[in-house]
Each structure stands twice: as C-alpha cells, then as structure tokens.
C-alpha cells in the first residue's frame, strides 16, 4: 500500500507528540561547551522526497550543529577527489569502539577502521584538504550541501568551531597519532581546524532532510554523485554511521543512517526518502536517544526498513 502525503505527515506528528511527552530525553554533548547549553527538549522530524514538498513537525525550522553528519558529505567530497585511493587510508569495517576511540588505531598503525569515527574522519578531511587551503576546503564542502540541499541558507557556526578547537584534546592527539604514523599530509592544527569547522555546519531538519536527498537515488533526487557511490556510502552508514551503536540502530531501524553529537540524525531510505531527525539528547552511544526512538517508531508505522517491512505496519513502497 502506498503511503500517502497525508498518512506520512500524520505519522510526523504522532512522533513528534511522543517524542515531546517522553520524560527521558538523553544528555547533551558537554564535552563541547557551545554545545552544552542547548535546550534538550526540542524535538524535529522532517521527511525529504525527490520531487515532492518536504514533510516537517515540531521544530524542524531550528538550526542546530549537525556535527559528525558532516562526515557523510565529506566522506562524498574526499571519494570525488581521490576515489578508491581513499581507502589506502582508511578501512571500510565497523569499529565496535565510541567515535573518540584511539584502540584501533594503535593496534591497526594509523589506519583508521572507517570513515565515520573522528580518526577516519579526521584522514578523510585531511585527504580533501591536500592541495586545498581550509577556506577552498570548506567553501566545497557548503557547496556541495548547498546544492544537494538546493538552499543557500546553510552556514558554520564560528562559535562551535572555536569551542572545538580550544577544548577537542583528543582529536587532537588522534590528529598528531596519525601524522605520527604518516597517515596526515597536513598539520594536525590545519587539518582539525577544518574538521572542526565542517563540524559546525548548521542547517534545520527540513534543510538536512533536503541535504540527503544526493543519497537516496532516482531521476528526481541531486545527481551529485554517480548510483554506485550512492549505494557504497549507504552500506557505510549502515554498518558504521552510529560507531558502537550501528548494530543496535540497523537492528531497530533497519536504515542506512548517520549520527552527530548535536542530536541530528540523517537516514536514507534508498529509492524512496531522506529523514532528519533531531533531538539534542543523547544516548550512551553519543547517538539522540529521541531521534533514534523516533526513527524505530518512522520505520515501524511507515514499513520502510532496507530489510522489508515490520509486521506490524502491513504497508510498503511510497
Ligand atoms: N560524534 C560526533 O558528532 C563527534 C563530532 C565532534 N565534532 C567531535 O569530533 O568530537
């Protein structure tokens, strides 16, 4: 049964009305002080599909830091300019380890697992910025966001980024174990500068949602990368884009997705719709503890989940 715009907007806001009622909303990242005075209770869904009008509920016209979700849309800017040569670099294996994790590095000489914990992301930045000053790497990454989002009114947060890089101590000793290892062709303080920088990118669940829509594929969404790169960065959201929670957020959502310490989710639901979720909150895995609830309850009602539909929505397609 297809699901019409009326149902998915209806399914919106019976998440969002759950999500506000829910007593438990997660802690915020304090470990970045800019990040750490944002109100925890705030909830935004927004639903993105090629060629029809984006579904939003609750505060999804709220900017806020969508932080390690950046590392997609570089991950996509790092593959443009080198392709399979990235990989030399960093690995394509889920880590089981907390996104600030050093164990493998060590273990695994300077190659990091993937390229969605800081390590990983940290070369893969590095990898955009050979060649590149921060501000031409930076200005591709807004770009690149811009475009897919087809909005130009996405932009970094100086604050966030100076917070980072005054307090980011272990991505900064993550920076110097790779330069270490001969795996950082530029500064650590050049390279994280940037990191931080493209961390601090902010955009609202709509603009998000929209930003995602390059992933889902089809002759309507952004052709910005090529089908086969589509379905490659989805495989790595799914198995590595929540770090040690990417299991439990597969088995309860069953959706290629990507997490950032501000809160904000994006998950991909190939061929058919992007989703951005955002709740500042955060579980022990550093993931929204709401947005991932959110997102279980969204592949329940909706059916949607790369594994086939749950029993309980009886519905499919869309
Ligand atoms: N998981 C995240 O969103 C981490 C991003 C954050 N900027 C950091 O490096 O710690």
Same mark, same amino acid.
């Given at each position: 049964m297809t699901l019409t715009t009326a149902r998915l907007q209806a399914i919106l806001s019976e998440i969002t009305d759950l999500a506000r009622a829910s007593d438990s909303p997660g802690k915020v990242a304090d470990y970045i002080p800019e990040l750490a005075? %944002?109100?925890?209770r705030q909830f935004a869904i927004a639903l993105a599909r090629p060629g029809k009008p984006t579904l939003v509920a609750g505060d999804a016209a709220v900017p806020f830091s969508i932080q390690s979700v950046s590392k997609v849309f570089m991950l996509a800017l790092a593959l443009g300019k080198m392709g399979d040569r990235l990989w030399a670099r960093v =690995? +394509?294996?889920? *880590? =089981?380890?907390? &996104?600030?994790?050093?164990l493998h590095l060590e273990l695994e000489k300077g +190659?990091? +697992?993937?390229? &969605? %914990?800081n390590a990983g992301a940290i070369v893969t930045t590095d990898a955009v910025l050979q060649g590149a000053s921060p501000s031409e790497a930076l200005g591709a990454l807004l770009r690149f966001v811009r475009a897919a989002a087809n909005d130009d009114d996405i932009h970094m947060n100086e604050r966030v980024a100076q917070s980072e890089i005054a307090t980011g101590h272990r991505n900064f000793a993550l920076a110097h174990y790779l330069l270490s290892h001969?795996?950082?062709?530029?500064?650590p303080d050049l390279t994280l500068g940037t990191y931080f920088h493209q961390c601090a990118v902010e955009m609202t669940a709509a603009q998000l949602a929209n930003a995602g829509? &390059?992933? @889902?594929?089809? *002759?309507?969404?952004? +052709?910005? @990368?090529s089908p086969q790169r589509i379905r490659r960065i989805n495989a790595l959201m799914m198995t590595?884009?929540?770090?040690?929670g990417s299991g439990d957020y597969a088995y309860r959502v069953g959706l290629p997705g990507k997490s950032g310490v501000g809160g904000g989710i994006l998950s991909i639901v190939p061929g058919v719709a992007s989703v951005a979720v955002w709740s500042p909150g955060l579980n022990h895995y550093g993931n929204s503890k709401l947005g991932t609830e959110a997102m279980e309850r969204f592949a329940r009602l909706t059916g949607w989940s790369v594994f086939g539909p749950t029993a309980a929505s009886g519905q499919t397609g869309g």
């Open positions: 005075c %944002i109100d925890p =690995g +394509r294996e889920p *880590s =089981g380890q907390a &996104f600030y994790s050093m +190659r990091p +697992r993937n390229p &969605f %914990i001969g795996n950082l062709a530029n500064t829509l &390059f992933l @889902v594929g089809g *002759s309507d969404a952004p +052709r910005l @990368v590595c884009g929540h770090y040690d």
